[in-house]
T-cell receptor, first 116, second 114 residues
């Protein structure tokens, strides 16, 4: 089954304790992206990756890191989480062929993060 | 710069009546526009997309949207609401200028009354 998986689905942590949220897709997509969803703000893009070893900032990158060492994986790293990073996080992927701007993004199930 | 404005944060309709969810965009380029739906405690699913091939776009579950360049709008409609349509809907624009960013509107929550 074609899918985007995220782990963990739920995480409660404390301020300053480094964490990683994993994202993996099995569709051989070139493009991957991380979003955070907050009430009344919709989804905001954190980072995206056009392909292996190619990453770029979205609109809200502060406090986050990413890496793209393999095509299927795109982990999100919070090196020193703070309470304002409490949010619902989504990973997405899309193929690049045919014009990236026109292609559907496939979303993971989400990771609900609480930073105390 | 590109942006997306969803004009209503909440819309309430009765089952069987039409649905209208409004979206305005601003874009320096010919935009790619999407509508995604998020059911409670679920991920996001594509409803439909505009990619310049046709201004009236049909999507899943009876939804459609019309791209109006003169009004910079991409409103989502459905002739007859069903209880299962209750969800949050997002209008989305992508931009591909020296990078590839995705801009979401703030979302419109649709309530459907029996």
């Amino acid at each position: 089954e074609a899918q985007v998986t995220q782990n963990p689905r739920y995480l409660i942590t404390v301020t300053g304790k480094k964490l990683t949220v994993t994202c993996s897709q099995n569709m051989n997509h070139e493009y991957m992206s991380w979003y955070r969803q907050d009430p009344g703000l919709g989804l905001r893009q954190i980072y995206y990756s056009m392909n292996v070893e190619v990453t770029d900032k979205g609109d809200v990158p502060e406090g986050y890191k990413v890496s793209r060492k393999e095509k299927r994986n795109f982990p999100l790293i919070l090196e020193s989480p703070s309470p304002n990073q409490t949010s619902l996080y989504f990973c997405a992927s899309s193929r690049a062929s045919g014009g990236l701007a026109y292609n559907e993004q496939f979303f993971g199930p989400g990771t609900r993060l609480t930073v105390l | 710069a590109q942006s997306v404005t969803q004009l209503d944060s909440h819309v309430s309709v009765s089952e069987g009546t039409p649905v209208l969810l409004r979206c305005n965009y601003s874009s320096s380029y010919s935009p790619s526009l999407f509508w995604y739906v998020q059911h409670p405690n679920k991920g996001l699913q594509l409803l439909l997309k505009y990619t310049s091939a046709a201004t009236l776009v049909k999507g899943i579950n009876g939804f459609e949207a019309e791209f109006k360049k003169s009004e910079t709008s991409f409103h989502l409609t459905k002739p007859s609401a069903h209880m299962s349509d209750a969800a949050e809907y997002f209008c989305v624009v992508t931009r591909n200028t020296g990078g590839f960013k995705t801009i979401f509107g703030a979302g419109t929550r649709l309530f459907v009354k029996a």
